[in-house]
């Protein structure tokens, strides 16, 4: 989990099942505070660390990477450390409230050849997540050759989180 800060989404995968996760924050007080927080959930660990040189982890170390939306803003070098320290399979995450038509092209370059899914997930507890929809929500969704997502999916809703699946 780069760019962890003080969200207690580590801790709820934890609670459905993961074993053994990173959190990296640039803030030695955020580190300090949820190494504290968590001292009693072996499962998560606390590093301060820039996610643009992650030079304690090895190539190829983690299964997976999730990204929250900040990091990804900061700028490619943060992609690239985070592609580097992924295994050939393995899956970087960019949960963000952010247009496919801008993010698309930073993920989808030359330095990253990695094949893109795409999900659009409603916000726990919203009035989208309550809706009825045909739609089964952890399907990729289709983009139009513009990059831009079906009418259904207003890309100013803050009730919807685009989810970016890429995999090395």
């Given at each position: 989990m780069v760019g962890c800060g003080n969200a207690a989404i580590s801790e709820d995968m934890v609670k459905d099942g993961y074993q053994n996760i990173m959190n990296i924050d640039i803030s030695a007080v955020v580190v300090e505070a949820m190494t504290v927080k968590y001292k009693d959930i072996p499962q998560l660990k606390y590093q301060k660390m820039d996610v643009r040189s992650m030079k304690a982890f090895k190539d190829g170390e983690f299964d997976s990477v999730l990204d929250k939306g900040k990091i990804?803003?900061?700028?490619?070098y943060c992609l690239c450390d985070c592609a580097r320290v992924l295994k050939?399979?393995?899956?970087?995450m960019l949960?963000?409230?952010g247009d496919p038509r801008v993010r698309i092209p930073h993920l989808k370059t030359e330095n990253f050849l990695w094949e893109i899914a795409i999900h659009v997930?409603?916000?726990s507890g919203s009035h989208r997540a309550k809706e009825s929809t045909l739609r089964v929500i952890?399907?990729?969704?289709?983009?139009n050759t513009d990059l831009s997502l079906n009418p259904f999916f207003n890309l100013d809703d803050p009730d919807l989180h685009y989810t970016y699946v890429c995999t090395k």
């Open positions: 990804f803003i900061i700028s490619s050939v399979g393995g899956k970087y949960i963000t409230y997930i409603p916000r952890t399907d990729p969704v289709t983009l």
